[in-house]
């Protein structure tokens, strides 16, 4: 299963759309917080960022008006410190 890591980078403005709430429906069950403005995703379909964008996003959006500034990349190796729930996630997902 492909992880990615979802980045937002300045935090929604008003009654702008909300990213989290983006991932926490699409990803209900494969989706971390791991930082004020940034969460891991879990996806056995997607490939490419782009994939877990488009999933977020929905077809024909275009995203900067939808969620602000954000960068989904892949996520395929770590290291660092960060809580026991983080890294037994990410072992559980074969990383």
Do not use: C
């Amino acid at each position: 299963m492909a992880v990615f890591l979802v980045t937002l980078a300045e935090p929604p403005v008003g009654n702008a759309p909300n990213i989290e709430d983006a991932i926490k429906s699409k990803y209900p069950n494969d989706h971390k917080k791991v930082g004020e403005l940034a969460w891991l995703v879990s996806d056995s379909k997607a490939i490419t960022p782009h994939d877990v964008d488009m999933v977020l996003l929905g077809s024909g959006q275009n995203p900067v008006n939808i969620y602000g500034p954000h960068i989904v990349s892949s996520f395929s190796g770590y290291w660092g410190y960060h809580d026991k729930e983080t890294w037994e996630w990410l072992n559980h997902r074969g990383m």
